[in-house]
């Protein structure tokens, strides 16, 4: 990146400093403005929408350059972080006034897109993790943080699978890296936005000891090592809010791979990435960003202990049963500010009054929390009740201390409240009376010179002065006055008097701000000693304020509590997609019912396009995933087992992540799913095999059907638009048809949305014909053809299995089909035949044979197929 150029000192020393940070915008100070040269300033220019301007413009070679004010400074290192880039602030350290030779220049900070702690409005609620990874022995060990409320959290995943799974649910934006991490995966992270950083060097300092004390895994205390030694040369300063690393494994908790959590829109809708429409949407009822940061944790890992589900639904259930003690809670809880992001604050130094005083009302709110939580005399909230600290010497000290309303900055003065220190209280008296004496003093001259007009008045170069207007001039004594400045309408003055208390004032006034702001170090330095006690806190208060957000949506959309089985009995009894039912309305949305046991594990549910079969699905996977958050749930009854994973394939949603085409995805995801479920697993599988040619995905279908049957036994809802499946039934024990029903009425057909017990009636497509007009010989024709059908494609079925095969090779090792004693080549090829069977030859038979070379089988429904038959058939005739 460097550019020759004729180097005065000060392009040197911005190089030397520019070398260090070479894959950094360098925001260099100069007076007023942060300045950008060379390559920096021509990109920078672009991104940020600024005048690119050039310095030395006369010099045989100008160096382009851009700037921006230092007071929005901010604003433009935002923009350039979003993006993810990188920006390090070089600051003057010393008085330009004052400095001999060239000013000291130093980086005070390097912000990155994985430590930008500045969180507003809605990105409150999320956390900002910073993720390093580092691979040994074969596994990949992670280490995450969020630099604002010092969480930090370690794992080992022995799979790139599960690793690519995390880094994508954390969402990071920055992964740091060692020299042990391959090429594959660093393209990989290229590819997905995620800013690389290579640390180089590991240092074991105390810090880091600390932090990994708890650790057992060395990889784990390696790759945490990695992680703070990048905070610590990036951040250059404390960081005394990190919290010691807590190693957790993902499977302690509900399973899903990234696809499923965004097939089911918990925390993002597919149509725009927000949280509109999303799960998450739907139950944050949350009244802190700690308690909005904790729900979509919790909705990222349902937990898969009953007890510690039951414990949080004993809780959620106290806060239902109790609504003024719920809405006092709330109401209290509106008043904690962020309490986590506080003490990161407090310990990075960048606190300042307001943030102080907003810890102090956070902090008040303790004991009336406590005192609802005691009022509810339940024990269950005992043991969350003892560790809601109030830091009651904490309070005391910011009462005493920081003023009410104090000013943002903490160097100007005006932050320690009176009283509290008797050397600061001695400063501002003499302020204060210097300020009444000045008041006097003006009177006094007035008087003395008859001059109404004449003022008193204070600027930054000339300290205290008279001011008098030209036309009064000659009624000045000259005596005492001595000039200052001039001006075009007055004349500016001082007298002995007014020097003498002129400096006695200033004095005062520089002595008094350089005290409060060491007071206020103090104080601040006082708070920082209880960091880890403020963070416990702050994690009870969040558990509090998800209990409560459950609470109320519970109450609101009338879920239900569950109750949990051993024995893979589901029955859901009136079950609702929460989501959708808030946007319909709760009289509008049809409930189904789900019942499920070891007898009954698949559900092949069939019914017409738009009849809701995969709001069905996705209803059942939501209302496991708020179960085993603990919260209630909408359904009328509830009884489900605990289930470790969830699987689905839903929907036509192509691979986000690598471009890949539908149908490889659905066949990777389907795979996935064949692979590692178990019986205590849920698949959702919809319409699978509709992205290949009909015949072709039809038997797929099948084949995976009777896979999940006879290996996998879990828990299994498969919707198609494959009828001839239905016939599964009668084969497959575990197996058990449902359709969702539709109705003609008032000559339109009308969707019931109501899943019954057996297969649907597949002639929809005639009906709709029917509908629209058509002659009823015509329906009555369709009518026969679709029975003949019907009849070859069940004399098929057995020939289908052989078709997949080589098909089903290549999507898993896995699936290992059952095999026919049949030549399966000879059996398709007929079946093929069967199907097409030529007819004598006729004139339009080219134009037929011509039309079916070009037909795109991989977008045609069995319906299509039929109604193409039709025509052909009509035209042959
Ligand atoms: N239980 C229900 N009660 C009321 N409306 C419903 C219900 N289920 C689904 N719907 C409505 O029907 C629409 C279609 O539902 P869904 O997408 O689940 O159908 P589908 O059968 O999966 O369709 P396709 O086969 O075309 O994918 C939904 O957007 C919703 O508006």
Request: charged share 25%; aromatic share 8%.
């Amino acid at each position: 990146m460097a550019q020759a150029t004729k180097e005065t000192p000060m392009m040197k020393q911005y190089q030397a400093v520019k070398d260090q940070y070479p894959d950094a915008f360098l925001f260099y100070r100069l007076g007023d403005f942060y300045e950008l040269f060379n390559d920096d300033a021509i990109k920078g220019s672009q991104l940020l929408e600024l005048t690119l301007t050039q310095r030395n413009k006369n010099s045989q070679t100008p160096i382009p350059m851009c700037g921006v004010p230092h007071h929005a400074v901010q604003n433009y290192i935002d923009i350039l972080i979003d993006q993810g880039y990188k920006v390090a602030v070089c600051e003057q350290m010393e008085d330009p006034k004052l400095a001999k030779g060239m000013v000291k220049r130093e980086v005070t900070r390097l912000v990155t897109p994985g430590t930008q702690m500045d969180m507003s409005g809605e990105q409150a609620k999320d956390n900002n993790y910073l993720t390093a990874l580092v691979i040994e022995d074969q596994s990949y060990a992670l280490a995450y943080t969020d630099l604002s409320t010092g969480e930090l959290k370690t794992s080992v995943l022995d799979n790139r699978d599960s690793l690519i799974n995390e880094m994508i649910n954390l969402r990071t934006k920055e992964v740091v890296v060692d020299d042990t991490l391959e090429d594959s995966l660093l393209n990989f992270f290229n590819e997905q936005g995620i800013l690389i950083s290579h640390q180089g060097e590991t240092v074991q300092s105390s810090e880091v000891s600390y932090l990994t004390q708890d650790l057992d895994s060395s990889s784990e205390v390696k790759v945490v090592s990695l992680l703070v030694t990048y905070l610590t040369v990036t951040q250059k300063r404390s960081l005394a809010h990190l919290q010691r690393a807590v190693a957790y494994e993902p499977s302690y908790f509900l399973k899903m791979d990234h696809y499923s959590k965004y097939n089911l829109e918990l925390t993002n809708n597919i149509r725009s990435g927000k949280k509109q429409g999303t799960l998450l949407w739907l139950l944050d009822e949350t009244k802190t960003a700690m308690g909005g940061r904790l729900l979509k944790q919790w909705l990222d890992r349902p937990l898969l202990d009953r007890k510690s589900i039951e414990g949080r639904q004993d809780k959620v259930q106290e806060l239902l049963d109790h609504y003024f003690e719920r809405s006092n809670l709330q109401d209290e809880l509106t008043k904690v500010y962020d309490l986590e992001r506080l003490a990161g604050r407090v310990a990075y130094g960048s606190v300042n009054g307001r943030d102080l005083i907003q810890l102090k009302t956070s902090l008040q709110q303790i004991p009336k929390v406590r005192y609802i939580l005691e009022s509810l005399n339940s024990p269950v909230f005992d043991e969350l009740m003892k560790q809601l600290d109030p830091l009651e010497d904490i309070v005391g000290l910011l009462d005493q201390s920081i003023a009410e309303e104090p000013p943002i900055s903490v160097t100007d003065g005006g932050v320690i409240k009176d009283h509290y220190n008797d050397r600061l209280d001695e400063y501002r008296d003499a302020m204060k009376n210097g300020k009444q004496w000045i008041a006097k003093l003006e009177a006094q001259e007035r008087q003395n010179t008859g001059i109404n007009n004449l003022k008193i008045g204070f600027n930054h170069v000339f300290g205290y002065y008279i001011e008098v207007t030209k036309a009064n001039l000659d009624k000045l004594p000259d005596d005492r006055y001595e000039r200052k400045q001039t001006l075009t309408n007055a004349e500016r003055f001082s007298t002995p008097e007014l020097k003498e208390k002129e400096t006695l004032i200033l004095e005062a006034q520089d002595k008094s701000t350089a005290l409060e702001y060491q007071l206020f170090a103090d104080v601040r330095d006082q708070v920082k000693e209880s960091i880890d006690r403020l963070q416990r806190l702050a994690k009870r208060v969040a558990e509090l304020d998800v209990l409560q957000s459950f609470a109320v949506v519970s109450e609101t959309y009338h879920f239900i509590r569950p109750t949990y089985t051993k024995s893979h009995d589901l029955e859901i009894t009136e079950g609702r997609h929460p989501v959708v039912e808030k946007f319909m309305g709760h009289q509008e949305y049809v409930p189904n019912d789900v019942s499920m046991n070891p007898k009954t594990n698949i559900l092949l549910i069939t019914g017409p396009n738009m009849s809701g079969k995969s709001t069905y699905m996705r209803q059942l996977a939501l209302t496991v995933i708020m179960s085993q958050m603990g919260c209630f749930v909408p359904a009328k009854k509830a009884k489900m087992p605990i289930f470790d994973q969830i699987f689905t394939r839903i929907g036509a949603a192509d691979d986000l992540i690598s471009g890949q085409s539908t149908f490889m995805v659905e066949m990777q995801e389907a795979n996935n799913a064949l692979v590692h479920a178990s019986e205590n697993s849920l698949i959702l599988f919809d319409e699978i095999g509709r992205g290949t040619a009909t015949y072709d995905g039809m038997a797929l279908a099948q084949a995976i059907i009777e896979f999940v049957h006879n290996r996998v036994h879990a828990k299994t809802l498969f919707s198609t638009h494959y009828h001839e499946l239905t016939v599964l039934e009668d084969t497959l024990a575990e197996l058990k048809n449902v359709h969702v029903g539709a109705v003609e009425k008032n000559g339109e057909l009308v969707f019931l949305h109501k899943v019954e017990d057996g297969a649907a009636d597949q002639s929809y497509g005639i009906h709709v014909a029917k509908l629209a007009g058509m002659p009823e010989t015509l329906l009555k024709r369709a009518n026969e053809i679709l029975t003949g059908l019907e009849s070859r494609a069940a004399s098929l079925d057995n020939q289908q299995v052989h078709h997949v095969e080589s098909q089903a090779e290549n999507v898993s090792r896995e699936i290992d089909l059952e095999k026919s004693d049949e030549d399966p080549k000879g059996k398709t090829e007929a079946s093929q035949l069967a199907l097409f069977d030529p007819v004598d030859v006729d004139p339009n038979v080219d134009q037929v044979l011509d039309q079916l070379k070009r037909l795109n089988l991989m977008s045609m429904t069995p319906m299509d197929v039929m109604n193409k038959m039709y025509e052909w058939q009509q035209k042959l005739q």
